[in-house]
């Protein structure tokens, strides 16, 4: 017993797959521009926690800044306190 003719039970199908795999992709990308914007905010943090470092402790005047602030402030032996 058909409802629908052939070709729009295709079309349904196709709509219903391509709104399955919406819902599971842009949850995904959400959360992965978040993550990004998460890294953002820590090694700003970071860096402005090596900054209060060095005008603490004047020898440590010529730290070498890398990509990762938080790479530099954990080789310095200081770490940043992140709850996780």
Known sequence: MRIFRPEIEIALKAVGVLTLLSLI????AWGYGQRQKARTWQNLACA???????????????????????VTLERLGFALDVPR
């Open 25 to 28: 992709v842009i949850p995904v």
């Open 48 to 70: 402005y926690r090596i900054k209060e470092v060095e005008r603490r402790t004047p020898i440590l005047s010529r730290i070498e800044p890398g990509r990762d602030a938080c």
